[in-house]
């Protein structure tokens, strides 16, 4: 068993999470799990949703009182945040560590770096969404900064109700970090948007039409992606397109624009 599959990586999530997880690659079929922690109940679920691709023990779920669920594999939106956090850890470790096999030795570091600084998305970072306050950095401990001397003047009482306070403010502060998450995609649509150059069908044209992939595919990346030829019949404004076969069968039900293209014969 190689280092990387005995090894535990805790991740903070790029967007707003009251959740910790813990992600580790199964070591019978290479495949990955993540475990979420609520703070009351540990939830198990595997990414591809199935039982045979990640397994926990039964006994060790029943030990820490694990609840298994599946996730969705299509346009799973906690992968997706997973994902996103890993890649940009993995941009800061390598441009920390000078050979491969110290990247174990910076990780920490990448962490602490990761979740301590503000996010575009949410305006806010990663520790203070789940912990209510910022952390304390190293250098404000050797070199005591406002926040550190307010606080060691306060006694236990008042230390306490400084924390409280700290904890009821928790969930406003998610909110608000919610809506700077809105408003930044939105921005970030609008951005895009302007590049988009809109495709016109007109009636009669050749399409394909691009295939969503059934689960449980067995041939995999050889799928084909696209299918046809189709003709265009009608367009709407919004949009929509109603095509038929070259036979002339009509489809059941009109198809976005975004999920066909012009057919060169």
Sequence with gaps: MSFFQN???????????????????????????????DFENPIYQAEDGSEEGCKVP???????????????????????????????????IQKMTVTYKDWHEMLPFALHGYRTSVRTSTGATPFSLVYGMEAVLPVEVQIPSLRIM???????????????????????????AV??????????????????????????????KRIILP???????????????????????G??????TMDGEDFPHPVNADIVKKYYA
């Design 179 to 208: 809506c700077h998450g809105q408003i930044y995609q939105k921005s970030m649509t609008q951005a895009f948007n302007k590049r988009v150059k809109r495709q016109g069908y007109q009636l009669g044209d050749l399409v394909i």
């Design 239 to 244: 949009e929509a397109i109603i095509l038929t």
């Design 150 to 176: 307010k606080e060691a003047g306060l006694d236990e009482d008042e230390w306490i109700q400084t924390r409280l306070d700290h904890i009821n403010l928790t969930d406003e502060k998610r909110l608000a």
């Design 7 to 37: 090894e535990l990586c805790f991740l903070a999530h790029t967007h707003v999470t009251n959740r910790v997880s813990i992600s580790t690659p199964d070591p019978v079929d290479n495949s990955s799990a993540t475990v979420h922690y």
């Design 58 to 92: 039964g006994e060790l779920a029943r030990l820490f009182k694990i609840k298994h669920h599946s996730s969705s594999p299509y346009r799973p939106k906690m992968n997706g945040a997973v994902e996103a956090a890993n890649k940009n850890i993995k941009k800061i």
């Design 215 to 237: 689960q449980g595919d067995p041939r995999g990346k050889r799928t084909p992606t696209y299918e046809g030829p189709f003709v265009v019949k009608k367009v709407f404004s």
